[in-house]
């Protein structure tokens, strides 16, 4: 209930307009950028046409950086010559200007799926939020990528899994270093194939966890919804508790990215993308279907002025960004949700005493840091366990 969640409004006190030099796309399913149909799209977002000549940064700590998620992640680029470069967080205190290389040499950020909450609350204590911004929205336009939390994390904010106990560190690291093969393992949505069965098993009893909004890095104003046509772990359709979040949430407009489609940004400009083979919420005639009976799409969703009203409407193939999105005078954040993804899936990885412990100034709602930090080398720096 609306009424047992506390929410801040954050205001702008000067809005700005959305960016008109952004590159960058967004995908429902944390492994979708790396099907053969939709890589290519990333590699021409950045402007060249020798693969061999592009620099992908993947940053996977929103999966904790586990190899096999990588893999699954990054596989065509590597075989198709692309450099991928892993920048590994969650378990180490890269130096500051080791971070910093990495930024600048990417062409492209691709962001994992996983828990996005945790990824936010890691960057910002790293300051790698800082370099991202600088990287993205800075004379070089840095493509950004991902899919599920990877989508999630470039927007003002989006519906998220991150209360679900199975996307937890310590659950996932668990798992992995047994090599049990655990539930959570096995029901970790960003590594179905899309053509996975929708629904749980009539067996299967709904787990105790819900959806949360959790800030993104604010780059592009926005509530993202990945997995927008799925039904996960605690047996609730997002679609459907989007259309109430969004209610709590009145000033923002939806980005609703089914599993299998992904909302490309490039300038000025927007097209919505997906492989042919897969299935989502898109019947023939534009309208909904739940059972996954149609094509991939993105739907977007906005309060009317009724304030109890949700427009859902299908986003068209392309487009002009401005057609679609606004910028909001003021957000609604979940203090209390963020307060409690916090403390159910704590980072307690390793600090160095240089990272600069503020948030980076978000465009669309966030705190304004007062200072960059200082690059500083390597071994210059003390590590707190």
């Given at each position: 209930?609306?009424?047992s ?6 205001k702008?006190?000067s ?12 995908a429902g399913?944390g492994?979708l ?8 799209h990333?590699l021409r ?11 992908l940064?993947?940053?996977?700590t929103?999966?904790?950086d ?5 893999t699954?992640q ?5 075989d ?6 892993s ?10 200007s080791?971070?910093r290389?990495?930024m ?19 960057w ?16 070089r336009?840095v ?6 939390a990877?989508a999630i994390c ?26 049990t ?10 590594d179905?194939d899309?053509?996975t069965e929708?629904?749980?098993d ?18 592009i104003p926005g509530?993202?919804?990945?997995h ?10 997002r679609a459907?508790d989007f259309d109430?979040?969004i ?10 990215i ?11 400009d927007y097209?919505?993308?997906y492989?042919?083979d897969?299935?989502g ?6 309208t909904?279907?739940d059972?996954?009976?149609?094509k ?6 906005e309060?009317?002025a009724?304030?109890?009203?949700v427009?859902?409407?299908?986003c068209?193939p ?8 606004k910028v909001?005078?003021e957000i ?17 990885g390793?600090?160095?005493m ?19 930090f200082?690059?500083?080398?390597e071994g210059?720096e003390d590590?707190?366990?």
């Amino acid at each position: 209930m609306v009424a047992s969640i506390n929410l801040l409004k954050k205001k702008n006190k000067s809005p700005k307009q959305p960016p008109n030099n952004l590159r960058g796309i967004f995908a429902g399913c944390g492994t979708l950028l790396n099907h053969p149909a939709m890589a290519p799209h990333v590699l021409r977002l950045t402007g060249k046409s020798d693969p061999r000549e592009v620099t992908l940064v993947y940053l996977g700590t929103a999966s904790y950086d586990l190899p096999e998620k990588r893999t699954k992640q990054t596989s065509w680029y590597s075989d198709n010559g692309v450099k991928v470069i892993s920048l590994d967080v969650v378990s180490h205190a890269p130096s500051t200007s080791h971070m910093r290389s990495c930024m600048d040499e990417a062409d492209v950020i691709l962001v994992s799926g996983g828990n996005t909450s945790f990824a936010m609350r890691r960057w910002k204590r790293l300051g790698l939020d800082v370099m991202m911004r600088e990287a993205c929205l800075g004379e070089r336009r840095v493509v950004m990528a991902g899919g599920s939390a990877g989508a999630i994390c470039w927007w003002s904010g989006g519906h998220s899994d991150s209360m679900d106990p199975d996307s937890f560190k310590e659950a996932k690291l668990s798992s992995n270093h047994n090599g049990t093969g655990s539930s959570s393992e096995q029901q970790d949505i960003d590594d179905e194939d899309g053509k996975t069965e929708d629904n749980p098993d009539e067996d299967d009893v709904p787990k105790d966890w819900d959806y949360i909004r959790v800030d993104g890095l604010g780059f592009i104003p926005g509530l993202c919804c990945p997995h927008h046509d799925r039904v996960q772990s605690n047996g609730v359709l997002r679609a459907h508790d989007f259309d109430e979040m969004i209610l709590r949430h009145p000033t923002e407009v939806g980005i609703c990215i089914d599993h299998n489609a992904a909302f490309m940004i490039n300038n000025t400009d927007y097209s919505v993308l997906y492989p042919n083979d897969l299935e989502g919420s898109v019947l023939p005639n534009g309208t909904f279907s739940d059972e996954r009976l149609g094509k991939p799409g993105v739907w977007i969703k906005e309060v009317l002025a009724d304030e109890t009203t949700v427009s859902k409407r299908l986003c068209p193939p392309h487009g002009k960004l401005g057609e679609l999105l606004k910028v909001p005078e003021e957000i609604t954040q979940s203090i209390r949700h963020m307060k409690l993804a916090a403390s159910e899936n704590p980072d307690d990885g390793p600090l160095r005493m240089s990272y600069p412990g503020f948030m980076a100034k978000s465009y669309y709602g966030g705190n304004v840091s007062k200072k960059f930090f200082d690059t500083t080398e390597e071994g210059d720096e003390d590590v707190e366990d």
